[in-house]
């Protein structure tokens, strides 16, 4: 009979709990999570998982869940400030032919609650209100202290603490420190009522206006497309005030006010009843997340003796690839698989983990580090000038089917399970 082994999870964010159950499914390995915050709550907010992902969240066990909570929109709409609709795509289109799983876009929060469902319908322990303190990392186990006193102990542990990972900062490489990208996001959830049904007809996906300040963003987040999610990225200082490396919640009157101005000045050339819609959805948020978007220099160490980095905690990057989710499932999945093997060393384990991520890790960096190059301020002349990019680059990609044959979607049917250890 194989000894049964044990690992401590450190964070229930997707990576933390996609880890529990998938060790579940797949290994001897007993996980028991801890969570820093009191309750299984998260910022607000919505996230777009792209097809890799989903197809793990299938297997998973939780996709169905997943999918009767969020909107699968299927087309990307570039629009102008002058109300014309500069290019529209299906941007998943060639990837959910041939892997089945299309885009879906869903509340941070139902998402972290279809995984908490799931992991509690498992039997696996999860730990809120737990803050990590200490680590000593030995020959024969790690063990942990935790702020309230508590201490646990076992054969490994995964830091999945996401971007500002005590587990990375303390342990595993100290020098490596999150950098500012020079963008932050701001954003909200309103209900669809916000805009008219006419507005809300034309609304079939993500849907993305240029300005010179940055790109403003509105999605559906709900199956029922009763909510709206909306962002809008913009170039600015490091924020002084505030929580500057989590984001804040702004709910004061005043503050929210501020942002909200600043917003309609960015939109106040905006015409039609595109840009009147645009308008009216910023005046009607009553609550906005402001985020400083970071990200972790490349090339640095994964893991070290018995501990390892998953998710944001290992390689958090900006969120214009649209894969941060997608990226932390695939980690999972191949740890998973190669724990699977209990003869073979941690040491090894991590190795091979490190080898086979590295690569895929830094095309998705790089992908999501150009995108956020649309995002930045520009001139008048220099937005006319992305909105062309973007209308020549839809319209060619249309006219010569390149949509079709899968052009830039090649790294949305990569399946991790598929590739050879
Ligand atoms: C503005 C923005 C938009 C994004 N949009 C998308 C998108 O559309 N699609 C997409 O796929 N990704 C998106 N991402 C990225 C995505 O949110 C992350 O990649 C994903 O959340 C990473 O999951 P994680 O579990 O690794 O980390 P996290 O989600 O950060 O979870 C880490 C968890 O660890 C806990 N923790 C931290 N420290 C400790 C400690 N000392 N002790 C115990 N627990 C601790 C935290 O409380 C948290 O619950 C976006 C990110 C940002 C900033």
């Not at 996230?47 to 998973?60: K, T, V, W």
């Not at 309230?148 to 490489?173: E, N, Q």
Request: glycine letters at 10%; aromatic letters at 6%; one cysteine or more.
């Amino acid at each position: 009979m194989p000894e049964t082994r044990k690992a401590i999870i450190i964070g229930a964010g997707p990576a933390g709990l996609a880890a529990a159950l998938r060790l579940h499914q797949q290994t001897n390995i007993k996980c028991t999570v801890y969570e820093l915050r009191s309750s299984p709550t998260t910022l607000g907010g919505a996230i777009g998982i792209q097809p890799n992902g989903l197809r793990l969240l299938h297997r998973l066990d939780v996709l169905d869940a997943a999918v009767s909570r969020g909107y699968g929109g299927r087309n990307l709409t570039m629009h102008s400030l002058q109300g014309h609709v500069v290019g529209s795509m299906d941007h998943v289109g060639w990837a959910r032919g041939k892997t089945g799983f299309g885009y879906l876009r869903i509340k941070r929060r139902d998402l972290q609650e279809v995984l908490l469902e799931e992991v509690e319908k498992v039997g696996i322990p999860v730990r809120f209100g737990k803050k990590l303190v200490k680590i000593d990392d030995r020959v024969d186990e790690v063990s942990v202290v935790f702020e309230d006193g508590d201490t646990d102990s076992a054969d490994l542990l995964l830091g999945c603490d996401g971007i500002h990972s005590f587990v990375r900062r303390t342990h595993i490489d100290p020098t490596q420190m999150a950098e500012y990208s020079g963008l932050s996001g701001i954003m909200s959830i309103v209900p669809a009522e916000t805009v008219s049904s006419e507005v809300m007809d034309q609304i079939s996906g993500l849907e993305a206006t240029l300005t010179e300040e940055g790109m403003m963003a509105l999605n559906p987040c709900t199956a029922s497309k009763d909510e709206l999610f909306w962002f809008f990225t913009k170039e600015v200082p490091l924020p002084e005030s505030g929580d500057s490396r989590d984001g804040w919640e702004v709910h004061g009157k005043e503050e929210v006010q501020g942002f909200k101005d600043m917003l309609l000045d960015v939109l106040k050339n905006a015409q039609g009843d595109w840009g009147n819609m645009l308008k009216k959805i910023v005046s009607s948020t009553s609550v906005v997340k402001f985020y400083p978007i970071y990200r972790l220099p490349l090339g640095k160490a994964w893991s070290k003796g018995r501990c390892v980095l998953v998710g944001d905690a290992a390689h958090a990057m900006s969120p214009h690839a649209g894969q941060g989710v997608s990226m932390a499932l695939e980690d999972v999945f191949l740890l998973s698989r190669l724990l699977k093997d209990e003869t073979r060393p941690l040491c090894d384990v991590f190795e091979k983990y490190d080898a086979i991520r590295r690569p895929r890790v830094n095309e998705i960096f790089k992908m999501a580090t150009e995108n956020g190059e649309m995002r930045k301020k520009s001139t008048s002349w220099g937005l006319w000038f992305k909105e062309m990019k973007v209308s020549v680059g839809l319209n060619i990609s249309w006219l010569l089917g390149l949509d079709l044959k899968g052009a830039r979607q090649g790294h949305l049917v990569y399946d991790i399970d598929k590739v050879e250890l």
